[in-house]
């Protein structure tokens, strides 16, 4: 790897071919669809880590919500303003909520685990604060027991935190949610290699 590699984010790297290697979206669409019918009209939604805004983002606009994408990643943005047209899309790091407006729902997709565990449950605090009206979580994880483990994922070098299940749901719980489901399925996130993913939802208390 040559250092500018080094210096640039993952999914700089990894771009199209992410899209193109997980496929297996069905749960994340059912839970999109589960939060659509949560939403009151006019509903504003904060997709994390949006990537390259398929498929959720799109799900959520296609419906008819406001939705802010934030990512690091300029070519998956650049993706997003192609695939998920009409969302307002920042190059940030989605550790940044705080001055991003209120929101009735944020979603964070796979990307929570692109992060140190110990800056998860001050995020998930902050998201807290920018919840209005239904206020609600919806995140997806991989199920195991690391921080930021060193991994290569489709030829890009990164790193990747998870929990067991009931230390997620404790983690939400702690941060001032109220967990309302938590699913655990399997899934082929890159050709060959079947991964245990973690679907939950929650309510930010007041
Ligand atoms: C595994 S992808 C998930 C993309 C999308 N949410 C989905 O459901 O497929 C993780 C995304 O989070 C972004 N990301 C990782 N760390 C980030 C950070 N600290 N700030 C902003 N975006 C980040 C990556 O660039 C990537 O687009």
Request: proline share 7%; glycine share 8%; hydrophobic share 45%.
């Amino acid at each position: 790897m040559s250092t500018e590699q080094q210096n640039v984010p993952a999914f700089d790297l990894i771009g199209k071919r992410y899209d193109e290697s997980f496929v297996e979206r069905d749960v994340q669409l059912a839970e999109g669809a589960w939060l659509i019918r949560q939403l009151p009209p006019g509903a504003r939604v904060l997709d994390l880590g949006c990537g390259s805004g398929l498929p959720t983002a799109k799900q959520l606009l296609d419906a008819g919500v406001e939705v802010v994408g934030v990512d690091e990643s300029q070519v998956m943005l650049q993706l997003a303003e192609q695939q998920a047209p009409g969302g307002r899309y920042l190059h940030q790091d989605l550790r940044d909520v705080d001055e991003l407006g209120e929101f009735d729902a944020v979603v964070a997709f796979f990307a929570l685990l692109m992060l140190p565990r110990a800056d998860i449950p001050p995020l998930l605090e902050r998201i807290r604060a920018r919840l209005r009206g239904p206020k609600l979580l919806l995140i997806s994880m991989v199920h195991g027991d690391f921080d930021l483990f060193p991994i290569v994922f489709l030829g890009a070098p990164t790193g990747v935190s998870a929990y067991p299940p009931a230390t997620l749901r404790q983690v939400v719980t702690d941060a001032g949610y109220e967990v309302l489901d938590l699913q655990e399925i399997e899934a082929e996130a890159e050709p060959g290699r079947i991964e245990v993913q973690i679907y939950l939802r929650a309510r930010a208390l007041d």
